[in-house]
């Protein structure tokens, strides 16, 4: 069998950030239908990474290419939430991605559903809790119905249980087909969520790798010494 | 120190009564004021957030400009206006000069600059926080200066009533552009600059005590609003 083309495929991601090298002649393909996550050492480029093919960094060398065009979108370690109700905040996004006004409100109130925000939809989105705002981010972004998600550390900041309920969020989005690329630096998590890693050193793929293979024996010597709490990280 | 006195209790006795004159110029100020607030903050609330955000040719100099406003002495501001208006000048024929709508634009003159600064400071900070954010949701630039102007509304409107007590307590050019015509043009400042000159200072105190109460109220409810957004919106 013939595999599909990648959705995503990377070539050489060369990234300066500051004098730098974030990323260093990184190449990565990403197939639709998986859910991938993304470890490595602190300052490893793992955020520099995701920031890039999600768009928001040019690369100095190196090229990304699309199968198709698609809908992405991103949920960072910290969200960011306009000052209006957190239904507004959904709504904002919709009506900025062109979705005519009369299905926004429902669009919204659905994905508020999905997250177990609906029944403070009408609250001031900033007085939401860490936990909360985090449910709104990935409502937000899954009601723009992306292919691809991007999330950065996204339990990084919250508690354990708020945590729990923002991993239920995330496997039921990538349920729902949506390609998840994340990083993390709960091993725990990583084990949940993912199906395969893809293992970063010094801003390179040093190996990609079927998850229950990574943790039981991993292919490289920087994966190994990570696993053994060896390398700093986050 | 009798005669200061025997004023204070000339201008209480104006002000307990609501003496016809003075009420008359306490609302034309307050009119025209209001309106200059208003015409200023249209300038320069979009003014200031397009210079926070944006990335367009001649930025730089409306900068510059913008600047060299804020630090013209508003008799200077004055003078222009007068220049421009005065029969022999390009408005001339409209003829402005000594009305209350001359007053108005030469206020206007001076709160839009003001204004501007202050708004573009405030949305230059919340771009810093929000930029990563919405270029992420698919907004640009353009759009973002409606979205920055709403999210930060609580501290512009303190912005745009810093700039009604501007209006209302500037003398200079007003006194220039309008001319201190009794029924037509007096407004408090140049009411109070004409008494005190003519020795009249019971009518001078008296528009000294609105013009604190004024300023007052207004500080207090832009403090007021500050407090109230914080509870609500964090
Ligand atoms: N804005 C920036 N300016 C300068 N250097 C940066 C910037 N962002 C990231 N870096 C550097 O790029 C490298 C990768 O960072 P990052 O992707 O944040 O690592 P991590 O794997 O911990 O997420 C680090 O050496 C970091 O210091
Ligand atoms: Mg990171």
Redesign the interface.
């Known amino acids: 069998m013939v595999e599909s083309p990648p959705l995503l495929a990377a070539r050489d991601l060369t990234v300066v950030l500051g004098g730098v090298k974030a990323l260093d002649g990184l190449s990565l393909d990403l197939m639709a239908g998986r859910r991938t996550v993304i470890l490595g050492a602190n300052g490893a480029g793992k955020s520099v990474l995701l ?1 890039t093919l ?1 768009g ?1 960094i040019a690369p100095s060398a190196g090229t990304l290419s699309w199968a198709r065009p698609h809908r992405q ?2 949920v ?1 370690q910290r ?2 939430m ?3 109700s957190a239904i507004d905040n959904v709504t ?2 919709l009506s ?2 062109g979705i005519p006004a009369k299905e926004r409100a429902a669009r919204a109130a659905s994905a508020l559903e999905r997250v177990g925000l609906a029944p403070i939809a009408e609250r ?1 989105a ?2 939401l809790s860490g936990g909360e705002q985090q449910r709104l981010a990935l409502a ?1 972004a899954w009601a723009l119905k992306p292919e691809i998600l991007f999330l950065d550390e996204p339990t990084a900041s919250l508690d354990p249980g708020a945590s729990a309920e923002v991993e239920r969020v995330i496997s039921a989005i990538a349920d729902e087909g949506t390609r998840i690329v994340m990083t993390t630096h709960h091993l725990g998590q990583a084990r949940r969520l993912a199906d395969e890693i893809v293992f970063l050193h010094a801003g390179r793929t040093v190996e990609r790798t079927p998850v229950a293979d990574f943790f039981r024996q991993p292919a490289s010597k920087e994966a190994s010494l990570f696993l053994k709490g060896e390398l700093p990280w986050t | 120190m009798f005669e200061i006195f025997a004023s204070l209790q000339a201008a209480w006795a104006l002000v307990n009564g609501a003496d016809p004159a003075l009420a008359r110029i306490v609302a034309l100020s307050l009119e025209l004021s209001l309106a200059a607030a208003l015409l200023g903050a249209a300038i320069g609330l979009p003014l200031g957030a397009l210079v926070a955000v944006g990335r367009f040719p001649g930025r730089r100099a409306v900068i510059v400009a913008l600047n060299a406003l804020l630090g013209l002495p508003s008799v200077v501001v004055g003078l222009l206006v007068y220049l421009m208006l005065s029969r022999a000048g390009p408005l001339g024929s409209w003829g402005l000069l000594f009305t209350p709508t001359a007053i108005v634009m030469a206020q206007s003159l001076l709160v839009a600059p003001i204004v501007a600064a202050l708004a573009r400071q405030t949305c230059e900070d919340a771009w810093r926080d929000y930029e990563e954010q919405l270029t992420s949701l698919g907004v640009s630039r353009a759009r973002a200066v409606p979205t920055l102007l709403w999210d930060a509304r609580y501290s512009l409107l303190t912005t745009v009533l810093a700039g009604f007590g501007r209006a209302a307590s500037e003398v200079g050019a007003v006194m220039i552009v309008g001319g201190n015509i009794d029924g037509v043009t007096r407004v408090m400042t140049t009411a109070i600059a004409l008494e005190t000159s003519k020795g009249d200072l019971p009518l001078a105190l008296a528009l000294g005590f609105v013009l604190i109460l004024v300023v007052l109220v207004v500080n207090a409810a832009a403090y007021g609003l500050r407090e109230w957004s914080v509870r609500r919106h964090g």
Do not use: G
Request: glycine share 0%; no cysteine.
């Open positions: 920031r999600h928001l979108a991103m960072f969200p960011v306009l000052r209006r904002y996004a900025v991605n001031p900033r007085a937000r």
